[in-house]
């Protein structure tokens, strides 16, 4: 199997767009309740909601108004979606990584983790195991390692739509994978990619560096940053954000998202397909920091605040 080379080239619109000093200012400051539900009107009206619109939901100190919030997104879940929830499911084709992030089991330094790539057989096996229990949607996770390039994702999608069972096959195919080049996003959705899914991890530049070394691929922020937007540049205009929920302050990490959101809306007319928000959880091999644990009804808030 071939190793490739990233190219390193920046989007057009390469830019570090997460103001910490305004983000942090945003969060201290506390609305009032009239402030609040005009910016929750602005949302069930379908306006997309400003960063600092989006900070006065986050700094809700009164519990009433928290469950006007929670109405809301339920109201606006209900007027686009109606009640349909699309599942996919997860098929890891590779644990093999060059990384070392200190959160993840995955890493490199961790004894305890058995390396495993699928083989083409594997993969058509196990597309046909999840065609049996109904999934129509799949999403291919990859570790960052020299050899899963561009046309090794490439043709594990080929594969995973080349299998087909009585009366089904696979719909559609993301991925969550490293950041690419131009080039190497280009070949990955000339392949049917549908959502192409990269989570920034966390959008505070000094835990960025804490937990993902500086000397692995993982470790240059910017250029994971930028990923998306080369990706739009590309072709691939269905991306997917997210971060990881339990490395920092909730509240300045979903203020991230949107920033993401608008750069992207800004620069390439279209925002982000899919927002994710995992939690960080334990894993084999690693030692959590709980200071910023997310508590069940943070994580409802935060999951009401994205919807609007």
Known sequence: MSHFTLSRRLSESAADFIDEPYLFSLLKQYPEPGEVREVIAKSLAKE?????????????????????????????????????????????????CTNDCVYCAFRRSNPNVVRRTLGPGEI???????????????????????????EFIADCVRRVYSVKRPRANIRRVNINAAPLDHEGFAAVKAAGIGTYQIFQETYHHET???????????GDYLWRLDALSRAMEAGCD?????????????????LGLVSHAWHLQKHYHVGPHTISFPRLRRAAGVKLDDTFHVSDEDFKRLIAVLRL
Do not use: C
Request: hydrophobic share 40%; charged share 30%.
């Open 208 to 218: 960025y560096g804490k937990v993902h070394p500086r000397t692995t691929r993982k």
């Open 48 to 96: 997309p909601l400003t960063v600092a619109e989006t900070a006065k939901l986050l700094t809700i100190q009164q519990p009433e108004l928290w469950e006007e919030v929670f109405d809301a997104a339920r109201r606006l879940k209900r007027d686009v979606y109606g009640n349909r929830i699309v599942l996919f499911a997860p098929l890891y084709i590779g644990s093999e």
């Open 124 to 150: 058509e096996e196990q597309v046909s195991s999840l065609l049996d229990r109904g999934h129509k949607r799949l999403i291919l996770v990859f570790g960052e390692h020299p050899r899963y390039s561009p």
């Open 238 to 254: 269905d991306v997917g954000i997210g971060v990881l929920f339990g490395l920092f302050d909730w509240r300045f990490e979903v």
